[in-house]
Every structure is written in structure tokens, then in C-alpha cells.
């Protein structure tokens, strides 16, 4: 389970809304609503009053949260030897792009392109211009 966790390899601690915002509120209304067996469609609707963005943005932090969890767990039977490629069964062929590094479609093996889309997917989330941490009425420093 220690290898599970090791940040060097492929898990990345949870991003955390800060307590007393208004992410944090609707951070524990979505996880009240998708552990109380309620239907999915009334679980993810918009609550009254509340920001489509901001709601949008719990959701996918939260979403990316559980996957590296998951990921976490099977990381280690899928290694460079065994998942040779990332695909999405016989029919589909993952390859990895981002215009940096790779700059065209580039076939890497799966754990390869794991990594550098966790990687990606957080760097979005960290983005302040794209996941803004302070919405409404911010505290002034």
C-alpha cells in the first residue's frame, strides 16, 4: 500500500477547498448527495442560486480526485512491459500531444501517458485563470 501512496510515483494528494468558501459548501453538498444513493440526474443538478461554474468545478476536481485513486490502486500491474501501449481496447490507440515536449500524436507506453496526463489535468485544475480558488466576495489580504 506504501507504493500506492508515493508521491514520486503516480498519486497526487486530493486539491482541497479551503473551509468557510463557497466551493468548500458545495464541495459537501455533492458529496452528501452522491453518498445518500439519491438519483445521479438530482445528484449533479444546480442548486438554486448557485454559480453553473463553480458547481462545473467541484464536480471535476472531485472527479479527478477519485480517478488518481483508482489509478493509485492498479498503477502497478500496468507497467511499461505489460501495457505497452495506451489504448482504449483493440479498436483505439491513445497518443500523447501537449505541443511542448511532443508535438506531434506520440504512441507511449501506458503508464508513460498516465503520468503525463495527471500531470496535464493538474496543472489545469491549479490554473487560476481556468479553476479560480476565490469566487464571489474574496477576503482581502
Not at 491513445?94 to 515536449?101: A, F, G, P, S
Amino acid at each position: 500500500l506504501k507504493q500506492v501512496f508515493n508521491k514520486d510515483k503516480t498519486f497526487r494528494p486530493k486539491r482541497k477547498f479551503e473551509p468557510g468558501t463557497q466551493r468548500f459548501e458545495l464541495h459537501k453538498r455533492a458529496q452528501a448527495s452522491l453518498n445518500s444513493g439519491v438519483d445521479l440526474k438530482a445528484a449533479v443538478q444546480l442548486p438554486s442560486g448557485e454559480d453553473q461554474n463553480d458547481w462545473v468545478a467541484v464536480h471535476v476536481v472531485d472527479f479527478f480526485n477519485r480517478i488518481n485513486l483508482i489509478y493509485g490502486t492498479i498503477c502497478e500491474f500496468c507497467t511499461e512491459r505489460t501495457c505497452p501501449v495506451m489504448s482504449g481496447g483493440p479498436k483505439y490507440e491513445y497518443r500523447w500531444q501537449d505541443d511542448l515536449k511532443y508535438k506531434k500524436p506520440t504512441a507511449l507506453p501506458a503508464p508513460q501517458y498516465m503520468n503525463l496526463l495527471m500531470d496535464w489535468i493538474e496543472v489545469q485544475i491549479n490554473n487560476e485563470d481556468i479553476f479560480p480558488t476565490c469566487v464571489g466576495k474574496c477576503k482581502e489580504e
